[in-house]
């Protein structure tokens, strides 16, 4: 009996092993951030065209969705959100379904008929990086409503490798340790741009307490000496930009 129980814990301690040692599968869906900029006076009704209806045809139609958010300056007209799809070419054969789908015509006729809604659409297609955490939902009960940062870097021909080197390395690390949880990093895909960008996003307790955590981020001795060590043959970052946005209810992420 003694020999049986010690054959039986071995047996899963080696199966424990065998699973610890197989790497996770990489995220190779394809993930698109969309901003809507809406006629004056409209946005009301987008959101709750989102929340009634279009949610649901998007999954419809394996439309995954990832999050919504709006920008925490009331003055900006926009809705961001990101989906994603299995492919890319999976994702042009969802959109293709989802605008001749005669439930969404309408949907689209009736939200309408006080006037037009969406005056731009912005969207840009991204990759999941190999530095960026799983991503996951964070709506379930008593899930607390943060303040979340877009963040895109612009980088000089050629250091994008560097850069995700350095947030590999050191910026998420350093990230967590001032309190700003990292939520995904994507870089874009575009076959126009010299190069992609990143685009990441964090998440933050509140706005103010963004404020403190980049003050104390920037001024860490061990991040003034990384990026130091990263711009020794020069400066791996052109251009940042940022907007803080907050969550709509319906978001997965928030």
Not at 125 to 144: C, Q, R, V, Y
């Amino acid at each position: 009996m003694r020999t049986f129980i010690y054959s039986f814990i071995l047996m899963l301690l080696g199966h424990y092993d065998a699973a610890a040692a197989t790497p996770a599968k990489p995220d190779t869906k394809c993930y698109e951030l969309r901003i809507y900029s809406c006629f004056p006076g409209r946005r009301d009704a987008l959101i709750q065209r989102f929340k009634d209806h279009t949610l649901r045809v998007f999954a419809k139609h394996k439309m995954e969705s990832i999050g919504y958010w709006l920008p925490a300056d009331s003055s900006q007209n926009t809705l961001y959100y990101i989906l994603a799809y299995p492919s890319r070419a999976a994702r042009d054969t969802a959109w293709n379904a989802f605008h001749a789908d005669p439930e969404w015509i309408e949907i689209a006729r009736k939200s309408e008929e006080s006037g037009k809604i969406v005056e731009k659409v912005t969207s840009v297609f991204m990759n999941l990086s190999d530095i960026s955490p799983a991503l996951k939902a964070s709506h379930e009960k008593g899930a607390t409503t943060r303040t979340f940062e877009l963040r895109t870097y612009f980088c000089p021909p050629g250091k994008l490798p560097n850069l995700l080197a350095r947030f590999r390395d050191h910026t998420i690390k350093l990230f967590n340790q001032h309190g700003m949880q990292s939520i995904a990093y994507w870089t874009t895909v575009d076959s126009t741009e010299k190069q992609p960008h990143l685009v990441y996003i964090l998440a933050h307790p509140s706005k103010d307490a963004a404020t403190a955590n980049w003050a104390a981020f920037r001024s860490d001795p061990a991040w003034v000496s990384a990026k130091a060590d990263s711009e020794k043959d020069g400066p791996i970052v052109e251009k940042t930009e940022s907007i803080f946005l907050n969550p709509l209810p319906f978001s997965a992420i928030r």
